[in-house]
């Protein structure tokens, strides 16, 4: 079945670097959507691309949509603490709700 | 105030019995979903709703049944038959089903079953 994998699952930064997560789908996505969950919460909505190669900023997150909409990154830029949680994207495979997650990239933060 | 509840947030249950997760939102969404969270796995989906007194199984809802009587209301029993239970379970809605809306989650609720 559909697959949607993210890289890295862990990673453990020092305040002020930069964070980058990629999710590589094994099928072509119709969209994908980024969800972030701090420790102890649920997952919060981020954002959702839909076109190819489609770039979106939100302040110090760039999120990117690949040109085959087979993968796509989050890269943070300049960490701060309040950035601590775990990233998830979601794909979705089709013209409707149902997204697939990937497991997760838990970012860990040292001030 | 607009949102998902869910409760309670921590449930403990002896192994063989059923168990229902309760899962209510005001946000008039049309569409509700269940998905499991198991460290290091992403979210799993059980079952979703697409409309009051429809639902449809999703990629692991073996062991567990739900009900869509009203569209506020979208309960998971866990029954005996899931043979490993113990997990965080999240709610979630969207406006409907037919376009890739975001989702909006529940708090959750921690299922240990021992």
């Known amino acids: 079945g559909q697959q949607v994998m993210q890289i890295p699952q862990y990673q453990h930064v020092q305040e002020g670097e930069d964070f980058t997560t990629y999710c590589n789908s094994s099928?072509?996505?119709?969209?994908i959507q980024w969800y972030k969950q701090r420790p102890g919460g649920h997952p919060v909505f981020l954002i959702q691309?839909?076109?190819?190669?489609e770039v979106k900023k939100q302040k110090r997150l760039t999120f990117q949509f690949g040109e085959a909409k087979k993968n796509s990154s989050l890269h943070i830029t300049a960490t701060q603490t309040t950035d601590v949680g775990t990233y998830f994207c979601?794909?979705?495979?089709?013209?409707?709700?149902?997204?697939?997650f990937g497991q997760g990239t838990t970012l860990q933060v040292k001030p | 105030d607009g949102g998902i509840t869910q409760s309670p947030k921590y449930l403990f249950r002896k192994e063989g019995q059923n168990v229902t997760l309760s899962c209510e939102q005001n946000?008039?969404?049309?569409?509700m979903y269940w998905y499991r969270q198991d460290p290091g796995q992403g979210l799993r989906l059980i079952y979703y709703?697409?409309?009051?007194?429809?639902?449809q199984k999703g990629d692991i809802a073996e062991g567990y049944s739900v009900s869509r009587e009203k569209k506020e209301s979208f309960p998971l029993t866990v029954t005996s038959a899931q043979k490993n239970p113990t997990a965080f379970y999240l709610c979630?809605?969207?406006?409907?089903?037919?376009?890739?809306?975001?989702?909006?989650f529940g708090p959750g609720t921690r299922l240990t079953v021992t």
């Open positions: 979630a809605s969207s406006i409907d089903y037919r376009t890739p809306y975001e989702q909006y």
């Open positions: 099928t072509t996505l119709s969209n």
């Open positions: 691309l839909v076109k190819s190669g």
């Open positions: 979601a794909g979705g495979s089709s013209n409707t709700g149902k997204l697939i």
């Open positions: 946000l008039n969404h049309d569409a």
């Open positions: 709703s697409q409309i009051v007194n429809d639902f």
